[in-house]
């Protein structure tokens, strides 16, 4: 499973990218509203950090199918590596079609996914990612990592090539999950990924390990 940065923030990503397992990164709108400047610049800068062999999805505001492909085919020429976030809708849909197709074509990541109706209908369109929302249908008292597995299983199943991106991963244990429902990526907050690197037993270990070898120095 691809481990994507979930983050708009240079810090956190040139944090992120230094530790060398992130391979794309995913914003939104929310996300992007945090930092400072021009959204184009920062969008450069994320492009540029995060590499550009490494997609990076970013949201389109628009909600009429031709409103958003303008959107995506001028924030595409902000950089190479920019795949255009989509929320899932008949607009949607309609934009998805447009943009993955012919000459001019752009990878797409239809978001804001919440069954597997949806993620279905965005592959048909022919998104190249689907992103289910896990930890907002937690929040609701569903099952968000069933969902995953379910998406996974189906688009599998009919040989959709959209790949699953487990999004809005609330902790460190989502991310367990995820790679073992089977999702191709799951998108991080800078927060979990950290987690991520912890374990008390790790803690305990090094400083075991140190005071041992400061001890035989004495
Ligand atoms: C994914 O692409 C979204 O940016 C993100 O995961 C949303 O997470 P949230 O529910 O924590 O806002």
């Not at 530790?19 to 800068?45: K, M």
């Not at 965005?122 to 597995?149: E, H, K, T």
Request: net charge negative; glycine share 8%.
């Amino acid at each position: 499973m691809q481990l994507y940065l979930d983050s708009a923030n240079l810090q956190e990503i040139t944090t992120a990218v230094s530790w060398g397992v992130i391979g794309g990164l995913t914003t939104n709108p929310t996300l992007v509203a945090r930092e400072t400047g021009s959204f184009e610049d920062l969008i450069r800068q994320i492009c540029r950090l995060v590499g550009e062999e490494r997609p990076v999805s970013v949201e389109v505001i628009g909600t009429t199918a031709e409103a958003m492909e303008k959107e995506a085919r001028l924030l595409a020429e902000l950089a190479p590596n920019v795949v255009i976030k989509i929320p899932i809708g008949i607009e949607g849909l309609k934009a998805v079609h447009r943009l993955s197709q012919g000459p001019k074509k752009i990878d797409c990541n239809v978001t804001l996914i919440f069954s597997t109706n949806q993620a279905l209908l965005a592959a048909r369109a022919g998104a190249a990612y689907v992103s289910p929302f896990v930890g907002r249908l937690d929040d609701i008292g569903w099952d968000g990592m069933g969902l995953v597995r379910e998406m996974v299983e189906i688009l599998g199943k009919h040989r959709l090539e959209a790949q699953v991106i487990a999004a809005s991963i609330r902790h460190p244990r989502h991310v367990h999950e995820a790679a073992l429902a089977g999702a191709q990526i799951a998108t991080i907050p800078f927060k979990v990924l950290e987690q991520m690197t912890q374990h008390p037993l790790t803690d305990l270990g090094i400083e075991r390990f140190l005071a041992d070898w400061n001890r035989k120095q004495e």
